[in-house]
C-alpha cells in the first residue's frame, strides 16, 4: 500500500491511497471538507465527507502523467516501471505541474 498527500494551492486536501494496482481511494482532509471557502481538488471528485473508491488511478490524477515517449523517458530515468502509474505520480506530481494540485509521498 502506497499513500499521497494531495495538495490545492500549498494547502493539504486529502490523501491519495493505493491499496493495489486495481484499488484506489481518494478521500479529504476534514478540516479542508469543513471550511466552505476552499474548493474540491475537480469537478470529478466533488468535496464530501466519502471516501471516493476505484478500481483504477482517478483519471483526475492519471491525467497528470505524461504521455507517450515523455512518459518512457521518465520512467526509464526514475527507474520505475512505466505501467506504475501511481509510482510515476508519486515522483513526478510534487513540483512544477500544470494545475494547481500537487501530489507527494506521505
Known amino acids: 500500500m502506497r499513500k499521497a498527500a494531495v495538495y490545492l494551492r500549498g494547502e493539504f486536501a486529502g490523501e491519495l491511497t493505493e491499496i ?8 479529504y482532509d476534514n ?3 469543513e471550511n466552505v471557502n476552499k474548493p474540491a ?3 470529478t471528485l466533488p468535496k464530501s465527507q466519502k471516501e471516493y473508491r476505484s478500481e483504477y488511478l482517478f483519471p483526475f490524477f492519471f491525467n497528470m ?5 515523455n512518459r518512457i523517458v521518465q520512467s526509464r530515468m526514475l527507474g ?3 505501467n506504475d502509474h501511481f509510482g510515476i505520480l508519486l ?3 510534487q513540483h512544477d505541474v500544470a494545475g494547481a494540485v500537487t501530489v507527494k509521498p506521505m
Not at 493495489?20 to 478521500?27: G, H, I, L, P
Not at 502523467?65 to 515517449?69: K, P, R
Request: proline share 0%; no cysteine; net charge negative.
Open 65 to 69: 502523467l505524461s504521455e507517450g515517449s
Open 80 to 82: 520505475i516501471d512505466e
Open 31 to 33: 478540516d479542508y471538507f
Open 41 to 43: 481538488i475537480s469537478l
Open 91 to 93: 515522483a513526478t506530481a
Open 20 to 27: 493495489s494496482r486495481k484499488e484506489y481511494v481518494f478521500n
